[in-house]
């Protein structure tokens, strides 16, 4: 697995890795249930963020994963050909691609 982090709030811990997989603890980490293959790619999972209650973001190498729900359904969306890099500090996404830098507010309590 390449990434483990404990869900705010919860006794779940939840890893991403290769093949597009998560695993989900929700008893902190008795037992596992994997799920391979999220949003329908084979990419390896770099790292994964909890951004509130129901959001989560798994930044891959060629796309993002995201779920809305918990994690109970996911989306993948293709990055651009120019993107270089994904950071996600508290509620705020930075993309860096080639010759620009985004910033995604991804706080959606306004």
Known sequence: MNAA?????TDEYWVVGENSTIGVS?????TWEFQPNVGGSAEAFQDIHFMG???IQIPGTLQVTI?????????SQDLPPTFLAME??????????IGAIAIVDLDTSN
């Not at 982090?5 to 709030?9: I, S």
């Not at 929700?26 to 008795?30: V, W, Y």
């Open 88 to 97: 996600t500090f508290d509620s705020l996404m930075i993309l860096t691609a």
């Open 5 to 9: 982090e404990k869900r705010p709030d």
């Open 26 to 30: 929700k008893d902190e980490g008795a």
């Open 53 to 55: 209650k129901d959001i």
């Open 67 to 75: 779920s809305e729900d918990g994690g109970a359904t996911w989306e």
